[in-house]
């Protein structure tokens, strides 16, 4: 690293030079470019990709100059081609030396590059995006501006923050190799120059996004809103601090005042939702960063174990998590340590060689370096995995608390597990997933936040036992749920006494502004009191089904949000308990804002489906429960409109 050449660059950024005028009439806007799709569309409709191939890959760039359509070399981190497609200066597009498409060709998007939602999500808030060191040129150009926009200040701080991620790793695929530390394996790892200068720009990321939140309390992204996502970003540098350094560096990241109410109560929630000694699985920010800050500040169950699954991508912090620095329980793998910490594998295809393996056999295949034990793809040799079904033995005597846990005799348990995977590959955080789970051995209770995409499931949702807000993995499938539509099992006494008693719901009209990530957490919520509901009802406890729908009424709902789409299995329920009256005012309330809805829609999208389909079915639900009403003859008239437009 030239470190004459970082040490000018931030006497360059230095902070005090950095001036927002809050209030300004006329803030600095995000320089007017084409849309990515509009421009990536137009250039797959007169050039072809068609021949690129790994290590080689296609990327289409926002720059300060305009749109580039360039050839990245992954291995060597370098532009093989790099072709300025739209002009900013003239405000137009260009030709460039890329191979001319033709009809035949013109169906070939690779991985439906014009629709990818990265893309036309980030180049859609940032100046700049989507090639190594656009974070830089978004400092370079917008640190020293007097007054931004909300949405350049979003940018700055993201920028901001990039650069410092990007000076310790390629984790996103666009750091600059001429400014990226060299780091040995293992904690302590950064020199006092290094550990300073990731601060001096993480910090200038989050005080940025402090100012944001100052300037616009309201300002949200689809992470969630301005004062979490400053939240989100302390944590963010604590958890890396932590496992490149210790966890007393880590610490003095940490400030008090953290996180609304809404959100410390969500990580308890999630967290009390876990048995004692647990590993916890989550995947994003705003379900990783509150449990981690609620566990480090308020030592609140901090004998779980949270592992945020995009990370097991990253050898550092697997290394981390296995070497067990910041906790009494670390975890334990099966592949050897090594290979994880130097990042050696990253893609394990599915290659139906033999009907079925156990996972040691597994680790010692994919752990040899020898071609044989390798598949050849394009002249390139890659791990694979040679069966769908996979298997290991565990053994419940090794856990003195293997019957309290699971509920279950060890005589009556088969213990040969078998996991069946339906996918193609496997990346390192599954293939990592799977040997923490499997070295696991059921001697610790493992679990899903709640919030995770069944994505990284592993097909393991037979063996879900849904416990408050997070699925339990049983060594045994439980009894099957009665209609099969909904990922885990529940045990009702369980349930119940998890969502009644044992966690906080605080009522939604005491929160001065609901977010659009409270509201799909809010979603959540709904849905598990929604399952509860419905299996005791299965079970003929109908007292206990009422209580549990009214608890859920009383504590989800506000004028800021009303019921919807999902609420249609709640409604059903009330008119199954004979609850009429208030079952039609639901209804009632569901109607009108599908309806308005598809009113006010110019265009079929995903949210007018589900307001039509909303219609459609309390339509049905409202005829066998409520009869001949009021509601049922809007809902049964609005129903022959939308049968009748349907029509050939």
């Excluded at 402090?210 to 604590?238: G, H, M, Q, R």
């Excluded at 033995?393 to 019957?403: A, G, I, K, L």
């Excluded at 008239?637 to 050939?648: F, Y």
Aim: aromatic share 14%; with cysteine.
């Amino acid at each position: 690293m030239k470190r004459c050449f970082l040490l000018a660059l931030i006497l360059f950024l230095n902070w005090n030079s950095i001036v927002f005028c809050i209030g300004t009439e006329n803030p600095e806007q995000l320089p007017v470019y084409p849309t990515y799709k509009e421009a990536v569309s137009l250039f797959l409709s007169k050039y072809s990709i068609r021949d690129i191939v790994y290590p080689n890959q296609f990327r289409f760039a926002k720059k300060p100059d305009g749109w580039h359509a360039i050839i990245f070399n992954l291995q060597n981190e370098d532009n093989i081609k790099d072709e300025l497609f739209w002009k900013r200066k003239n405000v137009e597009y260009q030709s460039v030396n890329f191979p001319k498409t033709d009809d035949e060709m013109l169906d070939f998007i690779p991985d439906d590059i014009s629709d990818d939602w990265a893309n036309n999500y980030f180049t859609g808030i940032s100046p700049y995006w989507g090639y190594p060191g656009w974070d830089k040129d978004v400092i370079d150009e917008y640190s020293n501006k007097p007054a931004l926009s909300d949405t350049l200040l979003n940018a700055l701080a993201r920028a901001y923050c990039s650069f410092a991620s990007n000076l310790l790793n390629n984790n996103t695929g666009f750091s600059l190799k001429s400014l990226r530390f060299k780091i040995p394996d293992g904690q302590n790892s950064l020199s006092p120059e290094q550990l300073a200068s990731y601060r001096e720009y993480e910090h200038k990321g989050i005080e940025t996004y402090y100012k944001l939140w100052k300037t616009n309390p309201e300002f949200e992204t689809f992470v969630a809103d301005a004062y979490s996502i400053y939240s989100n970003e302390i944590l963010n540098s604590y958890l890396t601090i932590l496992y490149h350094q210790n966890r007393e560096e880590a610490r003095k990241e940490l400030k008090d005042g953290l996180y609304d109410p809404f959100f410390i109560r969500m990580a308890k929630n999630i967290l009390a939702s876990c048995d004692s000694n647990a590993i916890l699985f989550v995947n994003g920010d705003s379900d990783t960063f509150p449990l981690l800050y609620v566990q480090e500040k308020e030592r609140y169950r901090d004998d779980v174990t949270v592992i945020n699954i995009g990370l097991l991508s990253t050898g550092r912090y697997i290394t981390h998590l296995l070497d067990g620095k910041y906790t009494d329980n670390p975890i334990s793998c099966k592949l050897d340590r090594e290979i994880y910490s130097q990042n050696l594998k990253q893609v394990f295809y599915i290659i139906d060689k033999t009907e079925s393996i156990s996972i040691d056999s597994l680790i010692t295949l994919v752990s040899s370096s020898e071609p044989e034990s390798k598949i050849e793809l394009g002249g390139d040799y890659y791990d694979y995995i040679p069966a769908r079904n996979l298997s290991f033995n565990f053994h419940p005597e090794t856990s003195p608390r293997f019957e309290s846990l699971y509920n279950i005799d060890k005589s009556e348990v088969d213990t040969e597990f078998n996991i069946q995977l339906n996918k193609k590959y496997l990346f390192l955080n599954q293939f990592c997933f799977l040997d923490i789970f499997c070295s696991n051995e059921f001697r610790r209770p493992i679990y899903f936040a709640i919030t995770v995409s069944n994505t990284n499931y592993l097909d393991l949702d037979e063996y879900f036992l849904n416990e408050g807000l997070a699925y339990k993995i049983m060594p045994y499938k439980p009894r099957l749920n009665p209609n099969g539509s909904y990922y885990g099992n529940i045990d009702t006494d369980i349930q119940y006494k998890k969502l009644m008693n044992d966690l906080s719901f605080q009522e939604l009209n005491t929160y001065p502004h609901i977010f659009e990530m409270n509201k799909r957490m809010i979603f959540n919520y709904r849905y598990v009191f929604n399952l509860l509901a419905q299996e005791l009802l299965e079970e003929n406890k109908r007292d206990s089904a009422l209580k549990v729908l009214d608890f859920s009424r009383a504590r989800l709902h506000s004028e800021n949000l009303g019921y919807n789409y999902f609420s249609i299995p709640m409604i059903e329920m009330y008119y199954k308990l004979g609850q009429i009256a208030l079952a039609n005012n639901m209804a009632e309330e569901v109607f009108n804002s599908s309806k308005a809805m598809i009113d006010d829609s110019q265009n079929e999208d995903a949210d007018t489906d589900m307001a039509t389909q909303a219609i459609m079915n309390l339509s049905r639900i409202t005829e066998q429960y409520a009869g001949e009403t009021i509601i049922n003859k809007k809902l049964q008239d609005e129903s022959d409109k939308i049968l009748q437009k349907s029509e050939p």
